[in-house]
């Protein structure tokens, strides 16, 4: 098990799904699937930056590198080493 | 050849009695907008022309004629008539952009029962707020909203249909819930309209102000005769069109020009349910040969940042009409759009209230980057010294953006609040609450509000809502909420917060903060920013001073502190 992607889930799983939510995988379009909004994202970020120490700049910050576990993972692994 | 024509032409001859003679409407007579959408263009022979081409994120494809429209918005209407629903009662539609959604607002007019659409994103408080206000008798929503109606379900004692439009059998119903499939259901082939007219209530549409909760802009089915005039003009909507409105229908957006005007005028429009991504966008133009495209500052600005070589991977030749609304649409926008699409967006400005576009650039005429453009032909708009709230009479100066009332769209009243309605009209002009100036030419140009609203994305947060959120999370004591410049969205909220004996600032607090207020109101009025000061700045009676705060985030003057407390 991976534990950044299992943190990464877990924590959409807790703060962006409703009870009773379909279960998503690492694969599970995040943003194109209507789960985490722009806005939203904003949190994510933040939950990301404040958990592992780092900055994420805002150009790294896209719909597309948010759109699921895996590619957040790949994301977070550019700035630190997990 | 443009719908619009000429401008000068289109402003000396103009009359609303136009749009009623195209659209077969005499005064006095029954008119449903309903009807309008779906029954009329099928007699017009568009029946087996496709109204709804709808792509789910998963690049599921549903296609629905007029035809389609017609049968199902019969057979949703003739659901809540069969459930008791009567002309008048508020029906909410709490959903995702699904076909359900399109199509039952559709449904509820023909009912004569007044749709009120809300954002699916809504946390629950905003939920139970606009429910409650407007004591809505029944709501559609989806099986992944559902527990947020649930929170608040014993709180809406009004609330007596909960529909869920993808009940799959896997849990449980609970008390007022019930299962409706539009497609699974038999379609009904005759259901007989409700006789509503001109004044008869349509829509309710929530919108934000600085002070108080949201308020319910009520509009009527005549409505229509703003909307389908200046979407054949302003979107240059022609019968041949593909058209896509990215709008969400749980903004006025979204019902005016993504529901009532294209579905009146006959056009094919298409929808996509899924998050934002320059890729799928663009896509989904060429896929579907997009003609018309009415989008939004923030999607643009977001496109810009995607950059250019993104667009060089798709074929959007089809598109021929850009336009946009929802906040001011910077020049750089403009002349973006210019280089990459060959055409510029065309600004178009206006507000629940006014239901229709009143100001704006039209297709065939210059566009001046960075201006509203000018009036549609039917209304007068000037700008007033907000001193007297006379109109200037000389340009270039700054003031008040006022509007005779009188066009057919405006809206009529606030939902149980008519106190609120009549404070928005001074010396017989409807005030917009934003500031502009026009130039010798008769372009407006946007300054900004004139109020402490926030327009984020297009869409209006009220400080005081977010305020009053804050202080029910056990940290916050005081706090004050303000705009600060963002590259992307125009505006996002910021918050300012002192915090109760115990509590000390962090990271993991400010995100707790956060999640607080996006849970409990909406993604859009989380603050993106939370400041933990150690005091507000306050007038000597104790009044927050925001301008203060304002000031400092936009590097502005701050302006006469003389009554500050601690001056």
Known sequence: ?82 | MTNFGNYEERVKNFSWALSEQELGYKPGQRINIGWYCSDRVCQLGKAKKVALIWEGFTGEKKIFTYDDLRLYSNTIAQFLTDLGIKAGERVCLFMDRVPELYIGFVGILKTGAIAQPLFSAFGEESLFIRLENAQTSAIFTQKKHISKVRKIRDRLPHLKHIIIVDYDGKSPLQEREGPFSMEGSKKVEHYEIYPTYAETPSVIHYTSGTTGMPKGVQHVHYSLISQYITAKWVLDLKDDDIYWCTADPGWVTGTSYGIIAPFTLGVTQCVLDSGFSAEAWYKFIEKNKVTVWYSAPTAIRSLMKAGDEVVKKFDLSSLRHLASVGEPLNPEAVNWSIRVFGKPFHDTYWQTETGCIVITNFPGMPVKPGSMGRPFPGITATVLNPNNYEPYPEPGRIGLIGLKPGWPSMMRTYWNNEEAYKNKFRNGWYLTGDRARIDREGYFWFVGRDDDVINTAGHLVSPFEVESALLEHPSVAESAVVSKPDPINMEVVKAFVTLKPGFSPSKDLELDIMNFIRKKLSPLAMPQEIEFVASLPKTRSGKIMRRILHAKEWGEEIGDTSTLENE
Not at chain 1, 23 to 48: C, Q
Not at chain 1, 50 to 74: G, H, L, R
């Open chain 1, 1 to 82: 098990m991976d534990e950044l992607k299992e943190i990464i889930k877990n924590y959409v799983i807790n703060e962006y799904l409703e009870p009773d939510s379909e279960p998503i995988d690492y694969d599970t379009p995040l943003i194109s699937g209507g789960i985490v909004d722009s806005f939203s994202m904003v949190s994510l970020k933040r939950f990301l930056e404040n958990k592992y120490n780092i900055q994420i700049p805002d150009e790294k910050a896209t719909p597309e590198a948010f759109d699921s576990v895996n590619k957040i993972a790949e994301l977070v692994r550019q700035f630190v080493k997990v």
